[in-house]
């Protein structure tokens, strides 16, 4: 499939990788329109400090994904779409499993219902590297095991299920996208490289973490932007799960030791007991393969890890980016 020209919605453009792939596929020559959630504020999220020649140029639908008429409405009209909507932080899965279920299970379902009805042409749906738990093996496979390790992970494997049975039921043309670890500009204050980069910019010196032992498959976010573009390109991956990662892995310790050397090596890492995990909620290991996407698709990887840091780490670094983060206090 050719995405130029195509109509596209994604879901979830307001948010972290949806406002970065709205971009890509803008640079592809797409008609985009950008599904943002609906607030009392008009704030489109990310999507507000584009220039105004892009947002000209493109179509924003606030809505809410929960809601099964707001999700019909913006899928008409469209050709392909891209779902990124969802809750992600797992901390506040374990005291709000509920929105869990509407958000990231009943909302996906709401785009695949309309799908099937509008005749999309594709549906690509995002998942997520919690889905497989701590590794049992690794590289971590498309055919690891699912793991619901924390409310948020079961959610996931919720919606990817449903989005499974679509294909097979129905025959939608759905594709499941599962990247690993995530990082880069406008990530979310809740992960762990944009709490370390905050604290150490706002001065601090001692920088308060939970568990620094597990180990995380670290993908910057223009290589994972370019993984959803490259397989919504593919034919053969209809009704496939595809995993997105760099097939390495680094513990968070390590993770932190890296940035505290490009900002302040006199930093020092201390343990705060309010962001330990619960042992069998943590996920211990995960290190992704990337055999299936490089055997199906021309990705690859153009980013390492310090590459991708040091230009995280200069994003941070403009003050009006920075202050949108509360370093003081533990994000959920």
């Known amino acids: 499939m050719q995405l130029k020209g195509k109509k596209i919605l994604i879901t979830g453009a307001d948010g972290f990788i949806g406002s970065h792939l709205t971009e890509r596929l803008f640079e592809e020559g797409c008609h985009v329109r950008a599904f943002a959630y609906y607030n009392s504020f008009n704030s489109w999220g990310w999507l507000d400090t584009f220039s105004k020649d892009k947002l000209d140029q493109m179509e924003i639908f606030t809505g809410d994904i929960r809601d099964p008429n707001g999700v019909r409405t913006a899928m008409k009209g469209i050709e392909v779409v891209f779902h990124l909507a969802a809750l992600i932080a797992i901390p506040y899965s374990y005291h709000s499993p509920d929105s869990y279920v509407d958000t990231n299970i ?154 505290i050397d490009q900002i302040n090596p006199a930093a020092e890492i201390v343990t705060d007991s309010q962001r330990l995990r619960p042992e069998k909620s943590e996920v211990f290991r995960l290190f992704g393969s990337n055999e299936k996407i490089k055997r199906y698709t021309s990705w690859e990887l153009n980013y390492s890890l310090k590459q991708g840091l040091t230009e995280t780490i200069s994003w941070f670094k403009n003050s009006e980016n920075l202050a949108r983060y509360k370093p003081e206090i533990y994000n959920l």
Request: glycine share 6%; proline share 5%.
């Open 106 to 259: 009943k909302g996906t379902l709401n785009v695949l219902q309309a799908a099937r009805d509008l005749n999309i042409e594709r549906v690509l749906v995002t998942s997520t590297s919690e889905v497989y738990g701590t590794a049992q093996f690794v590289p971590i496979t498309e055919q690891h095991p699912k793991q619901g390790q924390s409310p948020y992970s079961a959610s996931k494997i919720g919606a990817d299920f449903m989005a499974e049975s679509f294909f097979r039921s129905f025959e939608l043309p759905v594709v499941i996208i599962r990247p690993f670890n995530t990082y880069g500009p406008r990530q979310s204050a809740r992960a762990v490289i944009p709490t370390i980069i905050s604290q150490l910019l706002n001065g601090a010196e001692q920088i308060k973490l939970g568990d620094t032992t597990p180990t995380r498959d670290l993908l910057f976010v223009k290589d994972t932007v370019n993984g959803f573009v490259e397989i919504a390109k593919t034919e053969a991956l209809l009704g496939h799960e595809v995993n997105i990662a760099t097939q390495s892995e680094i513990s968070i310790g390590d993770l932190a030791r890296e940035i």
